[in-house]
């Protein structure tokens, strides 16, 4: 898709949501440029998720301190433990009972199936 392409589509589609787009090639060349400089620079950025998560601990993006709100006081503390036990609970259950399903459901297919040629038999 080239990019004059790409800007009818973002047109397009603010027309249909009832908005207006100032979007231009040269806006897309200009974030084009921007984006070379910065990564043809010669610095090697590490993709993994790892690294992204190291970038945004360094950031303070991350932190423990939402966690540490639930482990505040005593009750805190066994009311989260308890919703985190009860939660691996009912995803524990849900894989079992959706295995639990299948099998019911095989044996009834294969008892209808039976029927119906006992039946026939007669």
């Not at 207006?20 to 060349?29: A, H, I, M």
């Amino acid at each position: 898709m080239n990019k004059c392409h790409a800007i009818e589509v973002v047109h397009k589609v603010a027309a249909y949501n009832g908005k207006t787009s100032n979007l231009t090639l040269e806006d897309l060349q200009r974030a084009g440029k921007l984006t070379e400089t910065t990564i043809d620079d010669g610095v090697r950025i590490d993709t993994s998720a790892l690294a992204a998560v190291q970038r945004k601990m360094k950031m303070g993006m991350f932190s423990n301190n939402h966690v540490k709100s639930l482990f505040a006081t005593r009750k805190m503390a066994w009311s989260t433990t308890i919703l985190i036990i009860i939660w691996a609970f009912i995803g524990r259950c849900t894989h079992s009972a959706k295995r639990w399903l299948e099998v019911c459901t095989k044996v009834v297919e294969a008892t209808l199936i039976s029927e119906d040629w006992r039946s026939l038999a007669d």
